[in-house]
């Protein structure tokens, strides 16, 4: 069982900065694939940004050029790094481990229990 938990959100101005930490209870980092999601009241979730076991990333169109996914093996710990926020990218923020399905076919995936950030003046 893998625990993952978030810190970091709050409320920002538009064209603020805010960075998410999620940290893992286990070293998960070479065996799965780390992502953020995001939840926005009336809306369903959706992914904003991915890294790969081997360090490849993605991110959703509304995010890039602004969010930067990245992760510190020595602590566990994966962020993201939110510039330029904008009052759409108010929503839960939720850290996502999804396991590598030929290392680890019949593990679980595991969620955080989420991360308010909220972009209002």
């Known amino acids: 069982q893998v625990q993952l938990v978030e810190s970091g959100g709050g409320l920002v101005q538009p064209g603020g900065s805010l960075r998410l930490s999620c940290t893992a209870s286990?070293?998960?980092?070479?065996?799965?694939?780390m992502d953020w999601y995001r939840q926005a009241p009336g809306k369903q979730r959706e992914l904003v940004a991915a890294?790969?076991?081997?360090?490849?990333?993605d991110y959703a169109d509304s995010v890039k050029g602004r969010f930067t996914i990245s992760r510190d093996n020595a602590k566990n710990t994966l962020y993201l790094q939110m510039n330029s926020l904008k009052p759409e990218d108010t929503a839960v923020y939720y850290c996502?481990?999804?396991?590598?399905?030929?290392?680890?076919?019949?593990?679980?995936?595991?969620w955080g229990q989420g991360t308010q950030v909220t972009v209002s003046s």
């Open positions: 996502h481990a999804d396991p590598d399905p030929v290392l680890l076919p019949y593990e679980a995936d595991y």
């Open positions: 286990a070293s998960i980092f070479s065996t799965y694939r």
């Open positions: 890294l790969s076991s081997r360090g490849n990333t």
